[in-house]
């Protein structure tokens, strides 16, 4: 196993029910350690950057208005296959097909408001955790 790190994002229909701590507990609970977190609105431009690869799809719009209702709590996770650990612990990304248990079937309200966003794999997670904290993030203290 290799330890990694992932960019993970509560998006504003689960900040919105009061349900931060209870996603960050299941992170923690699976051995994910919160390296880094800030708590932001984004804009119309960060949204739209963040989900540049989705441009022109008959989707975009929604989910850029939808990224941008509300806040969202933006943090890195690091341990042992972080990328592929987020993405079971948050369930398949249409909310009709998350794993019971999973954060999506318990917090999602639709296939565009599926409470959550993690980095697909190690090299994606590089580029997310830069553009949400370009300054760089401390090394875990153990
Ligand atoms: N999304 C949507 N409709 C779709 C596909 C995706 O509204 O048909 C939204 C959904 O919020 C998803 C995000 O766009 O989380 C990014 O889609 P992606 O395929 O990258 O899924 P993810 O990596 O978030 O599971």
Redesign the pocket.
């Known amino acids: 196993m290799t330890t990694e790190r992932t960019l993970s994002i509560i998006?504003p229909n689960a900040v919105a029910k009061n349900a931060i701590g209870a996603i960050l507990g299941r992170f923690e609970a699976a051995g994910l350690h919160v390296v880094a977190a800030r708590m932001l609105h984004l804009s119309r431009e960060q949204a739209s950057a963040f989900?540049a690869?989705?441009q022109g799809?008959?989707?975009f719009e929604?989910?850029v208005g939808?990224m941008t209702s509300g806040p969202v709590m933006v943090q890195v996770l690091e341990g042992d296959d972080a990328v592929a650990k987020n993405?079971d612990i948050?369930g398949?990304?249409?909310p009709a097909n998350a794993a019971p248990g999973t954060i999506r079937a318990d917090f999602a309200d639709?296939?565009?408001?599926?409470a959550a966003?993690?980095s697909?794999a190690p090299e994606t997670a590089e580029i997310e955790i830069a553009f949400f904290f370009p300054e760089g993030v401390c090394p875990r203290t153990r």
């Open positions: 998006k989900y690869i989705h799809k008959p989707f929604e989910l939808f993405r948050m398949a990304t249409n639709s296939f565009t408001e599926n966003h993690g697909d």
